[in-house]
């Protein structure tokens, strides 16, 4: 029987600094350090599995936060921002028509 993602609950709420820009930003920092860290792995781990098992870890976290990222960029229009399931506030700034949602 699976879950449907709307049942799972918010363990934890964001701040209201954090907003979409920002998380943007952060991501793509994030993103860059899976990628040295992927690089270090290949070049200092020696066991093939581990090696194998590391590098796919991070690639499948890479792309999830890939996607995650892009939605970041379009959520502003519709109100509904979220990174991994959290709800990301909207600043006034960024579009006022968001602030009674």
Not at 32 to 54: G, Q
């Amino acid at each position: 029987m699976s879950i449907p993602l709307d049942d799972i609950p918010n363990w934890v709420d964001l701040p209201p600094w954090v907003h979409p820009d920002l998380l943007e930003d952060v991501s793509l920092a994030v993103l860059l350090a899976a990628v040295i860290a992927a690089a270090l792995v290949l070049r200092f781990v020696r066991k093939v599995a581990v090696r194998v098992l590391v590098v796919t870890a991070l690639l499948a976290f890479a792309i999830g936060l890939w996607d995650q990222r892009a939605q970041l960029q379009s959520c502003t229009d519709d109100c509904q921002c979220e990174l991994f399931g959290q709800v990301v506030h909207i600043p006034a700034n960024k579009n006022p028509l968001c602030q009674g949602a």
